[in-house]
C-alpha cells in the first residue's frame, strides 16, 4: 500500500506524473498536450490542449457503464415534508432536457447563466444543464438581497437566470421573484430571460417574453448533448461572500476541476461508487459545488440534498435521521451545524434513536473546528471526527487527514497535513521560513494543485494583487498559523484575526478554543477591540448550552481565570459577555469583522451572508452594555 508521504512527495516533485495518472479515470474527447503548462499566466495551467466534458463525466459515463438504475440524487426536505429520490437515467435525462431549454433560449458555450436557487433537485439539474452545453454557470445563494444579486449579474453578465419561486426556511417562505424582478431593475446589464420552476408554496406573476416556467420549457424541450470544452474553460464562478462593491468571482476550469473532485472523493473521504455521500450544505457555496453536486457524482456516488437545518427542523436529531435513513456512510458539515445540535442537545438523547451504525465519518471544513466541538462529536457518534482546512479559491482540501490513503493521528484542533499537490509554507511578513511551532502567514508555493482558481473573472489584476503579490512565487491563503513537528497544520486564525495586544501577536482562535472548553459554553467568539492603551484588547461573546442556570457573572469570571491559567497573562484577556446568540453568515461563519467594527464604532456595512440582520442589533446592546459600540 502507498502511504501518504511517498504519494505527498510525488505529488511535489512530480505533479506532472501525479495528475496525468488521476486524470485516466475520466473520459477525455482529446487528452491533453501539457499536464502542467508552467509558462502560463498569472498562474500555470494543467490538461492545457485538452477537451473534456464535466457534464459527461458526472452522468453520462455512469449510464454507459451500466449504473443507469443506481440513485444518483436523494432529495430531501423536512421543511415540505418531501423526497425525491432520482436515478442516473433519470438525472441524465432532465439534464439533457434542460440543457435542451436553456439551448432553445440562445445559451452556448462560454455564455453565463445564473442560479438562483434553493436546495432542489432542479438546483443541481441547472448547473449540468449548463456544464453540458458548455455555459458558465454562476450560483448565487437563493435569498440574497437584490442589490447582491444585482452586483453579481452586472460582473458576470448572464443573458439568463434560472430561479425557482420561493425558498423555505423552517418558518417562513422567502420570495424570490420580487428579488430577482428588483435586482434586474438594479442592474446595468439586461438579462433578457428567466426560468422558474414553479413552488406549491406561494404564486408568482410572470412577466410576459421574459419570465418561462420551467416545467413547460422542459415538456417542450429537444434534449441535448454534452459538448467538448477546453479543460482550461471555465465551468463556473462563484462569488465569495460577503463582498462589497465590485464581487470578487472565483473561476474554477474544467478540466483540473474534475480530476481533483474524483481523486479527493476516494483519497481524502474514501468514498467508492455507489456510496452514498452527504455534503450538509448549499449549492450556493463552494462546499455545495463540490460536493453535493461535482463530486459525489464524478465517482458515481449517491448524494444528497437536504432542505432543512441541523436542529428545529423538526429537532435535534435531524442530521441523524437523515444518516441513518438514507444509509449514509460519510457527512461533510460545518462546525456551526454541530455546535447548534450540541447547544439543544447537549447529552445527545436524539442520537439514541437512529441506527448510524452505516457512517464511516464525519468530516467538518467552513470555519475552525474548537476541540470542544470535535470531542463532542467523537464521543456521540463513536466516529472518527476530520477537521479539515480550504477555501473557496481552491474547491477542494488545502489539509485533511486523508482517510482513503492512510488515516493518520488526529489531533484535536488541526487540519491535519497538506493534501497532494499543496506545498503549503509557514512564511514571517519578510518572506522567511518559520521554524516548527512558529506561527507566520500560511503560503501555498506555485503551481497550485488543479481545481484552484487560475484567476478572478475579468480581473487578472485584482487576482494577481489579492493572492500572488505578498510573496514571490507563492499564493496568500490569508490565513495564519504553523507547523507542528509532525508537519501537522495549524490555522489559528484570518490574518486579520491576529490582534496586537501591547505588541505581542496574538491568536484569537486559540482564545477561542480555550473558552469553548468551558462545561457551559455552547459557542463563543473572540474579537479583537480597539485600546487607547494596549493598541488592542481582546473580548469574548458567550452563547451558553440549553439549560443552563447558572449566575453569568460567574461563569464570566471562570472563562477570563480559564483564559489566564491556559495562554497566560500575556492574553490580557478581561472582558467576556454573555449573548443569546452569535451573528453568523448562512453558511454558519462567524462575523467576527462586523463584530469589531460595531465594537469600534467604526462604520459598517450589513453583511450581504448574514443569516439574521437582528442578531446585530442584539450584539450592538450588549457591547454597550460593556462600554464599546459608540461608547463616545
Known amino acids: 500500500m502507498t502511504t501518504y508521504n511517498e504519494l505527498y512527495q510525488q505529488s511535489i516533485t512530480d505533479p506532472e506524473s501525479f495528475w496525468a495518472n488521476a486524470a485516466e479515470e475520466l473520459h477525455w474527447y482529446k487528452k491533453w498536450d501539457q499536464v502542467l503548462d508552467l509558462d502560463a499566466r498569472p498562474v ?3 490538461f492545457t490542449g485538452a477537451e473534456i466534458n464535466t457534464c459527461y463525466n458526472a452522468l453520462d459515463r455512469h449510464v454507459e457503464s451500466g449504473r443507469g438504475e443506481q440513485i444518483a440524487l436523494i432529495y430531501d426536505s423536512p421543511v415540505t415534508d ?11 435525462q432532465q439534464v439533457a432536457s434542460f440543457a435542451g431549454v436553456l439551448k432553445k433560449h440562445g445559451a452556448k458555450k462560454g455564455d453565463r447563466v445564473i442560479i438562483y436557487m434553493p436546495m432542489i433537485p432542479e438546483a443541481a439539474i441547472a448547473m449540468l444543464a449548463c456544464a453540458r452545453i458548455g455555459a458558465i454557470h454562476s450560483v448565487v445563494f437563493g435569498g440574497f438581497a437584490a442589490n447582491e444579486l444585482a452586483t453579481r449579474i452586472d460582473d458576470a453578465k448572464p443573458d439568463i437566470i434560472v430561479s425557482a419561486y420561493c425558498g423555505m426556511e423552517p418558518n417562513r417562505v422567502v420570495q ?22 414553479k413552488r406549491s408554496q406561494t404564486t408568482c406573476e410572470l412577466i410576459d417574453g421574459r419570465d418561462f416556467d420551467w416545467d413547460e420549457e422542459i415538456a417542450a424541450s429537444e434534449p441535448a448533448d454534452c459538448v467538448p470544452v477546453a479543460a482550461t474553460d471555465p465551468l463556473y464562478i462563484l462569488y465569495t461572500s460577503g463582498t462589497t462593491g465590485q464581487p ?10 474534475a480530476v481533483a473532485m474524483h481523486w479527493s472523493m476516494k483519497n481524502i473521504y474514501n468514498i467508492e461508487a455507489g456510496d452514498v ?3 450538509a450544505s448549499d449549492v450556493g457555496w463552494v462546499v455545495g459545488h463540490s460536493y453535493i453536486v461535482y463530486g459525489p457524482l464524478l465517482k458515481g456516488c449517491t448524494t444528497i440534498m437536504y432542505e432543512g437545518k441541523p436542529v428545529g427542523t423538526p429537532d435535534p436529531g435531524a442530521f441523524w435521521r437523515v444518516i441513518s435513513e438514507h444509509k449514509v456512510k460519510v457527512l461533510f458539515t460545518a462546525p456551526t451545524a454541530f455546535r447548534a445540535i450540541k447547544k439543544d442537545d447537549p447529552e445527545g438523547e436524539y442520537l439514541k434513536k437512529y441506527d448510524l451504525s452505516c457512517m464511516d465519518a ?13 470531542f463532542w462529536a467523537r464521543d456521540k457518534l463513536k466516529k472518527p471526527v476530520v477537521d479539515h482546512w480550504w477555501q473557496t479559491e481552491t474547491g477542494w482540501a488545502i489539509a485533511a487527514n486523508p482517510l482513503g490513503i492512510e488515516p493518520m493521528e488526529i489531533k484535536p484542533g488541526s487540519p491535519s497535513v497538506a493534501m497532494p499537490g499543496y506545498d503549503v509554507q509557514i512564511l514571517s511578513e519578510q518572506g522567511d521560513e518559520m521554524s516548527a511551532g ?41 490565513d495564519a498559523g504553523y507547523k507542528d513537528e509532525d508537519g501537522y497544520l495549524w490555522i489559528m486564525s484570518r490574518t486579520d484575526d491576529v490582534i496586537n495586544v501591547a505588541g505581542h501577536r496574538l491568536s484569537t482562535g486559540q482564545m477561542e478554543e480555550v473558552l469553548a472548553g468551558h462545561a457551559d459554553i455552547a459557542e463563543c467568539a473572540v474579537i479583537g477591540v480597539a485600546d487607547a492603551l494596549k493598541g488592542q484588547m481582546p473580548l469574548g461573546l458567550i452563547v451558553l448550552k440549553s439549560g443552563v ?29 454573555v449573548v443569546k446568540r452569535l451573528p453568523k453568515t448562512r453558511s454558519g461563519k462567524l462575523l467576527r469583522g462586523t463584530m469589531v467594527s460595531i465594537a469600534d464604532g467604526s462604520e459598517w456595512k450589513m453583511p450581504a451572508t448574514i443569516d439574521d440582520p437582528a442578531i446585530l442589533d442584539e450584539i450592538t446592546q450588549a457591547l454597550k452594555s460593556l462600554g464599546y459600540a459608540g461608547k463616545s
Request: with cysteine.
Open 248 to 257: 470578487k468571482g472565483v473561476i474554477r476550469d474544467n478540466g483540473g476541476h
Open 82 to 92: 418531501q423526497q425525491r429520490k432520482i436515478s442516473y437515467n433519470e438525472l441524465q
Open 362 to 374: 464525519l468530516f467538518l471544513a467552513g470555519e475552525r473546528c474548537d476541540p470542544d466541538t470535535l
Open 438 to 478: 512558529e506561527m507566520g502567514n500560511i503560503v501555498i508555493k506555485l503551481p497550485m494543485p488543479p481545481s484552484c482558481l487560475p484567476s478572478l473573472w475579468g480581473n487578472d489584476q485584482r487576482f494577481i494583487d489579492a493572492y500572488l503579490s505578498s510573496y514571490e512565487g507563492y499564493y496568500l491563503t490569508g
Open 176 to 197: 424570490y421573484k420580487p428579488l430577482i424582478d428588483d435586482a434586474i431593475s438594479q442592474a446595468s446589464h439586461k438579462v433578457s430571460t428567466c426560468i422558474l420552476k
Open 44 to 46: 500555470p495551467r494543467w
Open 277 to 279: 455521500y452527504w455534503a
Open 549 to 577: 442556570d447558572r449566575d453569568e457573572s460567574d461563569i464570566v469570571k471562570e472563562v477570563v481565570q480559564r483564559v489566564r491559567d491556559q495562554i497566560g497573562p500575556v492574553a490580557a484577556f478581561k472582558i467576556a459577555k
